[in-house]
């Protein structure tokens, strides 16, 4: 349990900064040692330790000193306090898709949640119990042919975790039923003093916090989230040639601006790889069939590929999966109130611009920007939550993917998405759109984000709860946004 010598230690700063250089193979040894046969200690070149540092990109990646896979909550009870008493720093991982180095990874203990992964849906099929160590693929193959379906993932292989608490989850339902977040029923989670609890909207602050950034506040073994019917889906990706980039752009343009109905949506994707512009959308509308007439626009343009059929949900998502090579990268955004005709062509033109560009330095370098267009209303689905700061109107998180080969282009790709970024807001703003200071979708910020740009006037609140739970600043151990 609960060292007796713990707050001696930490109101202690000699003492603190001495055990803040312990060895962490000591570290790694004392908790192989609390732990129970459930859980299990590993150390570099063993497949579990590989499997258990492992992320989407290298450049999120470090190499710890040692992985734990904890098996139940209780251990993960022990591991944090061991690494509470001894100021090891440590990592949290759930489906390792975070793009910023340090946000799931660490040089001192990388605990991989993998072992929580049951699934169980409740006898009445209206929420279904999930562990923190699955990714949204797992749980949409288990749930198919159930009729009741969650609100989570568009990509193979992104967590559930992270996805749910790094942020809110934007998904192909959000305009129907909201944010991941909004889907949440419970959460089962080790405080950062080591105590478990189950929080649920009754406990206001941790429940407020919880819906937006959570490794600041313990860390969630299980997530109990809402079902709703399920029936097959109707969609699929539609590719087209750079001589049809107008044409299709008039029709996501249209569709962005004139859709009402929440069941439709699309992800259209702008990319530039191997001196190519690319864009193709993804449709999506929630039954076998869209009514008449919604998409005609969108498949009027002649498509190099098209993959668009009725299926089930999970072969859905399977099928929109896209591998990288072994890669670095990152991810950033801007949000905007509306995908107009003229932000459109901007993004057009600046992925191919910058993917040129960025070509000639890294032979493997990828530009994509993807736009998001749900409906305005997307935010009255749920209560208050750290993110987003204000749900009377609807922004969309224009999410940007560049990666590429190379440590040393890293600096000259981030701030060519920063220049993207801003060049998009000032045009907005120009054109009208009150975005100047919109919020910032934290799973696809970059790791440099100032706080008050993605959670605003919440941070104060964040800042206040963060001391309540967790004065000894444990979380803290760990990277991530700094609170
Ligand atoms: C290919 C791709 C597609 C994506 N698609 C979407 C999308 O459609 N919609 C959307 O909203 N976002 C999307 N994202 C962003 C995605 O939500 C984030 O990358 C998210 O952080 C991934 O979660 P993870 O569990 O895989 O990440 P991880 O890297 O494992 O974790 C991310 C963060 O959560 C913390 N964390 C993990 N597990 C726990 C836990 N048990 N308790 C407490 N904290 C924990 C980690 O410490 C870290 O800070 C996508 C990202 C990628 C790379
Ligand atoms: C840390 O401890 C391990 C095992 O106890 C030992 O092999 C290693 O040399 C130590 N490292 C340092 C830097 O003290
Ligand atoms: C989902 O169910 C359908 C119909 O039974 C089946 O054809 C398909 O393979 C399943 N897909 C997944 C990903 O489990
Ligand atoms: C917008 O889409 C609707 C529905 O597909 C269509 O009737 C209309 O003609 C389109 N308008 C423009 C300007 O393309
Ligand atoms: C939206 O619909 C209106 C009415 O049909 C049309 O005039 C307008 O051009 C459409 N918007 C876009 C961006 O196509
Ligand atoms: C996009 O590029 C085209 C062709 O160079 C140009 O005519 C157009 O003005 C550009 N639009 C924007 C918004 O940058
Ligand atoms: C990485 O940089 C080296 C040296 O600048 C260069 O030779 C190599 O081609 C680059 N790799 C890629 C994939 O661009
Ligand atoms: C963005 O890039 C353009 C073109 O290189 C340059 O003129 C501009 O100064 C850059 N802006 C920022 C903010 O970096
Ligand atoms: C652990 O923290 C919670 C939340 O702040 C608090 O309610 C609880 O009393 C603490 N438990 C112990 C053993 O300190």
Not at 278 to 307: E, I, K, M, Q, R
Request: proline share 5%; aromatic share 10%.
């Amino acid at each position: 349990m609960f060292s007796r010598a713990f707050p001696l230690i930490l109101s202690a700063g000699v003492a603190h900064a001495s055990l803040r250089a312990r060895n962490v193979s000591d570290v790694c040894s004392q908790i192989a040692n609390q732990i129970s046969g459930a859980s299990g200690v590993f150390y570099p070149s063993s497949a579990h330790y590989e499997q258990d540092i492992g992320h989407w990109l290298t450049s999120s990646l470090q190499q710890s000193t040692c992985s734990v896979e904890p098996g139940t909550a209780e251990d993960v009870s022990t591991i944090l306090q061991v690494l509470a008493s001894t100021r090891t720093p440590f990592g949290v991982k759930g489906g390792g898709h975070s793009t910023n180095i340090g946000f799931s990874s660490t040089l001192g203990v990388q605990i991989s949640m993998n072992r929580f992964n049951e699934i169980t849906l409740s006898g009445d099929k209206t929420t279904v119990d999930v562990g923190a160590g699955l990714i949204w693929d797992d749980i949409y193959a288990v749930l198919n042919g159930s009729g009741v379906n969650v609100v989570g993932g568009r990509i193979p292989g992104v967590g559930v975790a992270g996805f749910t608490l790094g942020g809110v989850g934007y998904t192909w339902k959000t305009s129907q039923y909201g944010l991941t977040l909004d889907n949440v029923a419970a959460y089962k989670l080790v405080l950062p003093n080591g105590t478990i609890t189950t929080v649920t909207a009754a406990d206001e602050d941790l429940w407020f916090g919880l819906r937006v950034r959570s490794l600041i506040f313990g860390i969630v073994t299980t997530f109990t989230l809402v079902t709703h019917p399920q029936t097959d889906v109707w969609g699929g990706p539609v590719t087209v040639s750079p001589d049809q980039f107008d044409a299709l752009n008039a029709a996501i343009a249209n569709f962005s601006a004139n859709n009402t109905d929440t069941k439709a949506a699309i992800l259209p994707t702008y990319s530039y790889s191997g001196a190519q512009p690319g864009l193709s959308v993804t449709l999506f509308y929630d039954a076998p069939t869209p009514p008449n007439g919604l998409f005609d626009d969108l498949l009027a343009v002649p498509a190099v590929a098209s993959h668009v059929a009725t299926r089930s949900f999970a072969d859905l998502v399977t099928s929109g999966g896209f591998t990288l090579p072994t890669t670095r990268g990152a991810l950033n955004s801007v949000s905007v109130l509306h995908y107009t005709p003229l932000i459109i062509q901007l993004i057009t033109n600046l992925t191919a611009e910058w993917g040129q560009r960025l070509g000639e330095l890294d032979d493997l370098s990828f530009v994509s920007v993807s736009i998001e267009p749900f409906n305005s209303a997307l935010f009255s689905h749920g209560a208050p939550s750290a993110y987003p700061p204000d749900r009377s109107r609807g922004i969309f998180p224009t999410n940007v993917f560049f990666s590429w080969q190379n440590a040393t282009s890293d600096d000259v790709f981030v701030s060519a998405m920063k220049n993207l970024t801003g060049h998009v807001r000032r045009t907005a703003v120009a054109e009208g759109q009150d975005v100047e200071h919109a919020a910032v979708y934290d799973n696809y910020a970059l790791g440099d984000t100032p706080l008050e740009d993605i959670y605003g006037h919440n941070v104060a609140r964040l800042h206040w709860i963060r001391t309540a739970i967790d004065p000894d600043d444990v979380m803290g151990l760990a990277g991530g946004f700094k609170f």
